[in-house]
């Protein structure tokens, strides 16, 4: 996960040039400004700045004697402290079944979410809010079949999550590390279970089996509390979560920041 801070700056150029919008960045990390115009600097937390050039990159190619200029930096403008959102994901899946009633459901529906958590639990992820519903469906050349409809979330904070984090400052980076590897190994458990069903089964073909092309699998994001995303005000960053700004506020792992015109600070996760 990372984490972000925004400097608003602004670079005036006393040289009677014309305005221009944007900057200009170099594979060595230096930042060029363009004449009249606000420089928006995306800083990675705990990591060191960009070199920030007080010239534009027409300029820095020539030699200059003496040059005028004036950097208006944090001092006159809001700092505002960025992260990447936290990841989990929502799955389902379907198998089917002989019938709507009796045990053998429940039965299947406990092992599997027993299975698929011990595949993950080293990686600090566990599977929460699962659910399954019977329904009939109606398949062409089949008639009606009997199938389970399961729905479970794969989530990066079970007990003891803290300690995969070890030394890191951005635990974001190893939580969202641990749960793209979940979603990977819970992705090929099922397509093993497809595999298995055309080859290993021949003319026996269990009653309760895996549904291929059924996995299916959706991101979730959350922000921490305190953040939110806010893709009309930060549009060249719209997928991270922006500390609130005073009058917001965001108390849980929502993804937007609520109003609370007695808030006066930023990052409030509260409403007082």
């Keep these: 996960m990372r984490a972000w801070v925004l400097l608003s700056a602004v670079l005036w150029y006393l040289t009677g040039v014309g305005w221009q919008r944007s900057s200009e960045r170099t594979g060595k990390g230096f930042i060029y400004g363009r004449p009249g115009h606000p420089v928006k600097i995306y800083v990675k937390l705990h990591h060191n700045s960009p070199i920030l050039a007080c010239m534009d990159f027409r300029r820095a190619k020539k030699e200059t004697v003496d040059p005028t200029y004036l950097w208006i930096g944090p001092n006159e403008k809001p700092l505002t402290a960025y992260r990447e959102p936290d990841y989990s994901y929502q799955m389902a899946v379907r198998f089917t079944t002989k019938s709507c009633e009796g045990r053998y459901n429940d039965l299947l529906f406990r092992v599997l979410k027993k299975?698929?958590?011990?595949?993950?639990?080293?990686?600090?992820?566990?599977?929460?809010?699962?659910?399954?519903?019977?329904?009939?469906?109606k398949i062409p050349k089949h008639g009606l079949l009997h199938e389970l409809f399961i729905a479970f979330q794969v989530n990066p904070f079970a007990p003891g999550w803290k300690g995969a984090c070890k030394d890191s400052v951005d635990c974001e980076d190893t939580t969202n590390h641990n749960i793209l590897?979940?979603?990977?190994r819970i992705e090929e458990f099922f397509r093993s279970q497809a595999y298995i069903y055309y080859h290993d089964f021949n003319k026996t073909i269990p009653a309760m089996h895996f549904v291929d092309h059924s996995f299916q699998v959706v991101r979730l994001d959350s922000c921490r509390p305190g953040f939110g995303k806010n893709d009309g005000l930060h549009s060249n960053c719209a997928s991270c979560c922006v500390v609130c700004s005073p009058g917001t506020f965001s108390p849980d792992v929502d993804v937007t920041c609520q109003n609370c015109v007695s808030v006066r600070i930023y990052g409030a996760k509260s409403c007082a």
């Design 115 to 137: 299975i698929l958590d011990n595949l993950i639990s080293d990686l600090s992820c566990h599977i929460i809010e699962p659910s399954y519903k019977c329904h009939f469906v």
């Design 181 to 184: 590897q979940a979603r990977d």
